[in-house]
């Protein structure tokens, strides 16, 4: 399998457009993470060193620093989500002839719908993590990056719904109740967090900004 990582920006997209079924949502949604670490280091890095805005360099300076740390997360998330649904496409074509073949295929389908889950899963909660630094960024950041760190928040924003997608179509495979429900209740929690911070930092921009 390709690493996605090592594709120019015209291959990934040409990846995309293809009539296979990955790269697929739960790539885009990780790498709207890596754009949006990208994005909030750049204005962390914007701000420190600049002595007119010296005050905010104590909160900015570990913002950078796990802002940068984030990229690369995600870099592995919108490879192994490629991966992982892969992994569903093979197990369905697995032999099923015998007793033994339909228990270990179905086996397999569910292994392999859990990592489907997990690997979205994995991207909102880091996601969400992230957004605590993009709303430093907004508050805290050089102001005249400020429509930087809005670009931040808002990938950020939708690569949570996107993961969210994901990490839904993927449990409806599952056959564990329980997991299923603990699953769910994870993804609502981190959502309506996103959320809030999006709509916060969003009025706080459209005044800042001039809108």
Not at 7 to 32: D, H, K, M, R, W
Not at 125 to 143: F, I, K, W, Y
């Amino acid at each position: 399998m390709k690493d996605l990582n090592e594709l120019t920006i015209t291959e990934f997209l040409e990846e995309l457009a293809s009539a296979q079924p990955v790269p697929g949502g739960g790539s885009v949604a990780a790498l709207a993470g890596a754009l949006a670490a990208a994005l909030t280091t750049m204005v962390a890095r914007l701000t420190l060193g600049k002595q007119k805005f010296q005050d905010r360099w104590a909160v900015m300076d570990p913002v950078a620093k796990r802002a940068q740390e984030a990229m690369p997360v995600f870099q592995s998330l919108l490879q192994q989500d490629t991966e992982a649904y892969q992994a569903v496409v093979e197990s369905f074509r697995l032999p099923k002839e015998t007793e033994e073949e339909k228990k270990r295929r179905t086996d397999a389908i569910q292994k392999a719908f859990h990592e489907a889950a997990r690997v979205p899963l994995e991207t909102l909660r880091t996601l969400d993590r992230l957004m605590e630094d993009a709303v430093a960024a907004v508050h805290s950041g050089n102001p005249n990056a400020a429509s930087d760190a809005g670009a931040a928040m808002q990938l950020i924003r939708a690569g949570a719904a996107i993961a969210a997608y994901n990490v839904w179509i993927n449990l409806q495979s599952l056959k564990d109740d329980a997991l299923r429900n603990e699953i769910r209740r994870e993804v609502q929690s981190s959502l309506e967090r996103i959320e809030a911070h999006a709509a916060s930092c969003h009025e706080k921009l459209k005044t800042h900004l001039g809108s």
